[in-house]
Structures are given as structure tokens and as C-alpha cells.
């Protein structure tokens, strides 16, 4: 009998494209599929991959403990699985301190990375106290104190006007998502390590992208992240809040790929 040799993914994911690869991995508390209009939207020769982490989206959940890191090997072990490394890594929020903490643990694994509306920086006690006292209630409650406490935030007041559809969308995928796996995704996230070391040892192309109205990480917690690491660029999406992605896709999607296209990522070279 054949010896088993292929590796099984731990996550699941959503793909598009094909070319050379770029792994997004999303916010919190959301899955792939806040990246659908960046899987349509990606210019030909890259294949997009976006990752559902544990118990979001098709992800198993995990049993008790979660954390970033552990997250962040999940992804490195997928991408191995997926035949997808080394790759741009982009996360959002979350997402960014996943992709932060991939780079620290697998560099190998990563070729560009695109930080989008995110900060290095950890919990202050009085944020980890609320995130965990949140992680308590979500157990008890469900997925309607995040709701509320979240969905205020995320989409500029100006879109949540203009475009309701996109605050119920959001609002939708909130109440979709597992308590228990968002109770030990926010528990994570009130350990995660501080990232702020981790700026200046990134040797690789790297776009810092945030919404001009984001109150979740402000536009300030981008200019760290670009000062912190070696020929950061940043781009401000105007008329979004802290999901640009969603907000403002085209946009979004413009600064993506040309930064895709420029010289050191050109995938057609
Ligand atoms: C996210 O969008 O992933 C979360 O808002 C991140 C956070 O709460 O720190």
C-alpha cells in the first residue's frame, strides 16, 4: 500500500485565481467570506486563498484553548496543505495580528505582507478585562452583546445611511458566527502577544492599508505600523470605517493590486 504522504489542512478556505498566492485571513468575528469582493476582484496570475479560522466559518472548532499563535501555525500548516506557500499574507483587524504573528513564527511562509486596519500593539489590562468579561457573556447570551457593541463601529455612519444593505450583511454574519468559538477567539485576543518587536525584523514588501474613519485601530495605529517597518507604505481608504475591505471593495481592491503589480511582487515575472 502507498505510504500516505499528503498533509490534511487544519482550516478550511475559499479560492480564486491562479498564479502565485495570497492567503486573507479575516476579522473577527467573521470568516472568508468577508474577503468575497477581493476574491473576485484579484488581478490574473495570483490565486487568492481565504482561510477560516478554527470553529469560523467551514473551520473545525477547537476544544478549550485558542490562541493567535496556535491560529497562526493552523494557517502555516494549511498553506503547506494547499500547496501555497510562500505567499502574501493580508489580515484585517484580527486578521492582521495572526498575519503579525505568522511572520514572527513561519517567515519562511511569507513573501509580502498587506496589514489592513490593525495594530501591533497588545490588549491594555482594562481592554483584556472587557474582551474577557465579553468572552463571558457571549457563552451565556449568543452573539447579540457583540452585535451590539461591535456593529457601531465597523461601517462609517456615512455608509450605514447611504447603504444599510452592507451594515445587515455584516450584522448577519455577526449572529452567524459561533459563541463558543468567538468566546475563545476574544480570549485569545486578550493574550496575544505584543507585536511591536516583530516591526523591524520584516524584511518583506509590506502595504499598510486603513479606513480614514476607522475608530476600532485609527488611522494611527497604521502610521506605527508603517514607521515600524522597513519601506511600509500606507494607504488611507476614505468614506470607511474599520471593515475598508467591505466598505469600499473597489478601492480597496485598487491599492491591493497594485501593490500586487509592483516590481518586487509582480507574479508574471
Ligand atoms: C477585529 O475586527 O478583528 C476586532 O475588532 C479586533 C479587535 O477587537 O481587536
Known sequence: MDQETSISP??????????????????????SGMWEAQLTGLRSGWRGLAVDLPGFGGS??????????????????????????????????????????????????????????????ADEQGRRLERLRLAQRTRVDGMQPICDEMLPHLISITTRISRPSIATRVGDAIRATDPE???????????????TETLRT?????????????????PGESQVLTRG?????????????????LEQPEAFNRVVNTFLSS???????
Do not use: Q
Not at 229 to 245: K, M, Q, T, V
Open 229 to 245: 517597518i522597513r519601506g511600509a507604505r500606507i494607504e488611507i481608504i476614505d468614506d470607511a470605517a474599520h471593515l475598508s475591505n
Open 60 to 121: 473545525p472548532a477547537r476544544d478549550g484553548v485558542s490562541s493567535l499563535d496556535g491560529y497562526a501555525d493552523d494557517i502555516a500548516e494549511t498553506m503547506i496543505a494547499a500547496g501555497a506557500t510562500p505567499a502574501v499574507i493580508c489580515g484585517l483587524s484580527m486578521g492582521g495580528y495572526v498575519a503579525l504573528s505568522l511572520y514572527r513564527r513561519h517567515p519562511e511562509a511569507v513573501c509580502g505582507l498587506i496589514l489592513c486596519d490593525t495594530r501591533a500593539g
Open 181 to 195: 468559538s468567538a468566546a475563545l477567539a476574544l480570549t485569545a485576543m486578550a493574550h496575544r502577544a505584543d507585536s
Open 202 to 218: 520584516i524584511e518583506v514588501p509590506t502595504l499598510v492599508i486603513v479606513g480614514s474613519d476607522d475608530e476600532i485601530t485609527p
Open 10 to 31: 487544519p482550516l478550511s478556505w475559499k479560492e480564486s485565481g491562479t498564479g502565485s498566492p495570497i492567503v486573507f485571513i479575516h476579522a473577527f468575528p467573521f470568516d
Open 263 to 269: 516590481n518586487e511582487m509582480d507574479a508574471t515575472e
